[in-house]
T-cell receptor
Framework: AQRVTQPEKLLSVFKGAPVELKCNYS??????LFWYVQYSRQRLQLLLR??SRESIKGFTADLNKGETSFHLKKPFAQEEDSAMYYC???????????FGTGTLLAVQP | DGGITQSPKYLFRKEGQNVTLSCEQN?????MYWYRQDPGQGLRLIYY???????QKGDIAEGYSVSREKKESFPLTVTSAQKNPTAFYLC????????????FGQGTRLTVV
């Protein structure tokens, strides 16, 4: 079955430090992967998708099929990056949209 | 605002009663989803629908039921068979296709007493 794993519940860093939020998936085919973000008192929203290979708000994520990973990275964290981040998988035979357990990123001043 | 609306924002029910959560979207999306969000467990998929009059069970469908009679609406009923109904419920919609963005409602917090 398709599964998305985010091993860290909480990641605390200081402003200006690099950030890496880990995401691993289990799927034998070609996955469609996303990162969603939920800022305080806001709706869950799309941050980026792997197919776009884009940088959004300084974040990037590279799909590594060999390691079945899709880690989210940012070289210099900002306080406004503090939020809940979810890795998500879409597709497969069932066409479900499945989310990981989420990682709370706390950027300290 | 947002295009996808959940109501009510807060809901209180007595144990043993069924309760229906509303989800409406005006984005012309074919796919709609219901998730349950609990602390430390992320979003767990309850039911999803890719087209009117059709829906599939997600990973935790037991104790829940849905209908999809209209493209715009995907109500979720929490039945008395659901053992731990108190939770935050999120509805989402998207176009059909693996690469499309899902749009979320603001959620409904259900408390069963």
């Amino acid at each position: 079955a398709q599964r998305v794993t985010q091993p860290e519940k909480l990641l605390s860093v200081f402003k200006g430090a690099p950030v890496e939020l880990k995401c691993n998936y289990s799927y034998s085919g070609s996955p469609e992967l996303f990162w969603y973000v939920q800022y305080s008192r806001q709706r869950l929203q799309l941050l980026l998708r792997h197919i776009s290979r884009e940088s959004i708000k300084g974040f990037t994520a590279d799909l590594n099929k060999g390691e079945t990973s899709f880690h989210l990275k940012k070289p210099f964290a900002q306080e406004e990056d503090s939020a809940m981040y979810y890795c998500a998988f879409h597709g497969g035979a069932t066409n479900k949209l499945i989310f990981g357990t989420g990682t709370l990123l706390a950027v300290q001043p | 605002d947002g295009g996808i609306t959940q109501s009510p924002k807060y809901l209180f029910r007595k144990e043993g009663q069924n309760v229906t959560l509303s989800c409406e979207q005006n984005l012309n999306h074919d796919a709609m989803y219901w998730y349950r969000q609990d602390p430390g467990q992320g979003l767990r998929l309850i039911y999803y629908s890719q087209i009117v009059n059709d829906f599939q069970k997600g990973d935790i469908a037991e104790g829940y039921s849905v209908s999809r009679e209209k493209k715009e609406s995907f109500p979720l009923t929490v039945t008395s068979a659901q053992k731990n109904p108190t939770a935050f419920y999120l509805c989402a919609s998207s176009s059909v296709g693996a690469l499309t963005e899902a749009f979320f409602g603001q959620g409904t917090r259900l408390t069963v007493v």
